[in-house]
Nanobody
Framework: QVQLVESGGGLVQTGGSLRLSCAAS????????MGWFRQATGKEREFVAA????????AYADSVRGRFTISRDNAKNMVYLQMNSLKPEDTAVYYC???????????????????WGQGTQVTVSS
């Protein structure tokens, strides 16, 4: 079992930055692939970014590539999402997710992940 707790959301102006954090419980964090997803009001949950168990492989949605960076610190059981050049369309609830996997590449589908956090709201004002 893995418990995930997100933090770092808030209100920011267009062009601003935020860093989301996800704290994971459990002794085997380093054997989990991690992902960030988001869900805007009235829309389906969508993939944002993912990172494999070692941090050596990352993946991004086209809409955030070049602006967002996912990273992890296995010693601290933490995963981060650095979000720069934020746009109003980035407004959503952001969720951290985990999947037990030591594969080279991280999954991208929401159905591939087994554990989810409660979400943190990110609002970008225009």
């Amino acid at each position: 079992q893995v418990q995930l707790v997100e933090s770092g959301g808030g209100l920011v102006q267009t062009g601003g930055s935020l860093r989301l954090s996800c704290a994971a419980s459990g002794r085997t964090f380093s054997s989990y692939a991690m992902g960030w997803f988001r869900q805007a009001t009235g829309k389906e949950r969508e993939f944002v970014a993912a990172i494999n168990w070692s941090g050596g492989s990352t993946a991004y949605a086209d809409s955030v590539r070049g602006r967002f960076t996912i990273s992890r610190d296995n010693a601290k059981n933490m995963v981060y999402l650095q979000m720069n050049s934020l746009k109003p369309e980035d407004t959503a609830v952001y969720y951290c997710a985990a999947k037990s996997s030591v594969r080279t590449t991280a999954p991208r589908g929401a159905r591939d992940f087994d554990y989810w956090g409660q979400g943190t709201q990110v609002t970008v004002s225009s």
